[in-house]
């Protein structure tokens, strides 16, 4: 069942990495890119899409603890990629995900 947050209250996800073989990693220093976003609307009514800053924390061992704070009510995007073995930014599995 989802949870309601209320607008400004922090909200916290966790990114275990993995390796290639699907264990979970031990070490840190991955790179994401995180980019949170709702679209609220304006003062014409219209939607704008206002992004949200994500802060991430490595924990050095895989895990990552990732928080952001939508100051309005509704629907937040998040979309997570991260940097492969080739270099190239791609989508986490499952992104964008809706909270």
Known sequence: MPQEVSPGT???FTIQARNDLGENRTSGRDEFEIVAYQHV????????K???KVDINDLDNGKYIC???AQHEGEVVVNVDFKDDKGKMVPLRGSPYKA
């Open 10 to 12: 922090p909200v916290e």
């Open 41 to 48: 609307d304006n003062e014409e009514g219209k939607k704008e």
């Open 67 to 69: 928080q952001y704070v």
């Open 50 to 52: 206002l992004e949200i």
